[in-house]
Every structure is written in C-alpha cells, then in structure tokens.
C-alpha cells in the first residue's frame, strides 16, 4: 500500500509511515492507494501525458500543456546536440585512419558521409521549430 499527494505528486510506502512522521514529511493531504494505482502512475508518463490527479484527489494522466516557442528551442538545440557528440565520435576514429593513412575505402566513404551529415546538422537553425527537417543518420 501507499499514499498518494495531490500537491507533491508523489507517493509514500505506508510501510515507512513513522519515518516520514518523524521527519515531518508526510504531506496532509495522502490518501490511501494500492500498488496498481502505483505502478500505473510512476516512471515515465505516456507521450504528452503529465501526472494530475481527478475530482476525487486520485493520480490521473493528463494532457501536457504544450511547449513555449523557448522550451521548444530548447529540446530541440539539445537533440541537435547530442546528434553532434555522436556524429563527433564516430568521425574521430575514422579520421584517424585518415591521418595515419592507414583509413580502408569503406572507412574513407564512412568519414565523408558522417562528415556530410555533421555539416547538415551543424545547419540546424532549431529557432525554426517546426520547420527542421533532419538529415538521415549514415547507416554505416
């Protein structure tokens, strides 16, 4: 069993009742609910979903406002950051191979496609928000 807040959006182990008691961090308004209600309504929520909760103060999945103009910039500066790291990495080795002239014609063809793809995604203008149109990841 657990309890439920509404105002923190978090849930309590009823086991661990005193010890939050003591430490004066059982919120007031906990309602009692069992584990399915808690396995629903923990980890990750469903796509576009926020924790809520219903007229009843139960734990609901609700519509996710949508994003400013400025978080959608921002998810989307850092997608295109995280794209760069990996597109970094893989080209690091391969020019390499490149500088020790010792680079294989598929690793030849394999820099300049990531190195292609690196110079796309560098082209990113993530203010544009729903106007990007991302380059395909070399497959190889």
């Given amino acids: 069993m657990y309890y439920y807040s509404k105002n923190t959006k978090l849930f309590y182990p009823v086991a661990l009742r005193l010890d939050y008691e003591a430490a004066h961090t059982l919120p007031d308004d906990c309602i009692e609910v069992d584990a399915s209600i808690f396995n629903e309504f923990t980890g990750c929520p469903p796509d576009g979903k926020i924790l809520s909760f219903d007229n009843n103060e139960m734990p609901m999945w609700h519509d996710a406002p949508p994003l400013s103009h400025e978080q959608n910039i921002a998810v989307l500066t850092n997608k295109k950051n995280q794209l760069m790291v ?13 500088d ?40 190889h």
């Fill in 86 to 98: 990996v597109a970094n990495a893989t080209i690091a080795p391969l020019q390499d191979a490149i």
């Fill in 100 to 139: 020790f002239n010792i680079a294989t014609e598929d690793e030849t063809q394999r820099l300049n496609d990531w190195r292609l793809y690196r110079v796309l995604l560098n082209r990113i203008d993530t203010s544009l928000v729903s106007d990007i149109t991302w380059p395909e990841i070399p497959t």
